[in-house]
């Protein structure tokens, strides 16, 4: 099968295979039935390495799954120092099914000029409709 469309974005390619088919960073369109089959918001709590708030990069996930069911999965895009030295994100996510994926602004009171900070991202989390999925956790594949 080949991708209908690619778009890349720093490090993460992101490939469109079908409606319901999304995947990151795969060099071989072989590799994708694997994870596409089994990966979830609980898989990846468990099996990627738990980093600090103060060492996000690119890449970098936000997990919530509190009682091993379904649970949400935020992406960091990418990352920038506003003129403050302070970090802000661009995050991303999508939705069950993996239709679509896509950057969510921030709001004044989550971040500056429409990126995330690492604090105002979590206060986000924890307000509904993501509340209910738990407390984010923060994951890297290594």
Known sequence: MMPSKMIKFISITIIFLSPVSICFGFDSINQIPTPEGYSNS???????????????????????????????????????????????????????????????????EHGIGGWFTAQGYQQYLSEFPFSRYGHPVLRRFE
């Open 42 to 108: 609980y898989s990846i709590k468990k099996g990627a390495v738990r980093i600090d708030n103060y060492r996000l990069a690119p890449g970098d996930m936000y997990v919530q799954n509190k009682d091993d069911g379904i649970g949400h999965v935020s992406l960091i895009v990418d990352a920038a120092k506003n003129q403050e030295n302070e970090r802000v994100y661009l995050i991303g996510y999508g939705f069950i099914p993996a239709q679509e994926f896509h950057i969510e602004k921030s709001g004044s």
